[in-house]
């Protein structure tokens, strides 16, 4: 079977910094490209980052832009989402999915398939 689990979530301080990661079992990311979303309480799920192995993309939100970086450990099958000067307004669950669409990775959601049970974050101080 196909899943993802997230990891590293926490309380940080702003300014601070944290590394989600969503290890894939079931499938590789040379088939799946990957995707972060989160959702705060009272707002919908946002889209956070995505990369594509096969495509060679990543994309971010506008609000992410220079502040996040995904990438991916092949040989552990995981995908990294490295979170810096974290701002109050980033807490949220945040999720990790895959979706098999052929081509760049993109932030939408309803192309992802594969979702995790998410990994809260937040930001405190």
């Known amino acids: 079977q196909v899943h993802v689990v997230e990891s590293g979530g926490g309380l940080v301080q702003p300014g601070g910094s944290l590394r989600l990661s969503c290890a894939a079992s079931?499938?590789?990311?040379?088939?799946?490209?990957i995707g972060w979303f989160r959702q705060a309480p009272g707002r919908e799920r946002e889209g956070v980052s995505c990369?594509?192995?096969?495509?060679?993309?990543?994309a971010y939100g506008d609000a992410m832009k220079g502040r996040f970086t995904i990438s991916r450990d092949a040989a552990k099958n995981t995908v990294h989402l490295q979170m810096d000067n974290l701002k109050p307004e980033d807490t949220a669950v945040y999720y990790c999915?895959?979706?098999?669409?052929?081509?760049?990775?993109?932030?939408?959601?309803?192309?992802?398939?594969?979702w995790g049970q998410g990994t809260a974050v937040t930001v405190s101080g």
């Open positions: 079931g499938f590789s990311l040379d088939e799946y490209y």
């Open positions: 999915a895959a979706s098999r669409r052929r081509g760049g990775c993109t932030l939408i959601t309803v192309f992802y398939s594969v």
């Open positions: 990369i594509s192995t096969s495509y060679g993309n990543t």
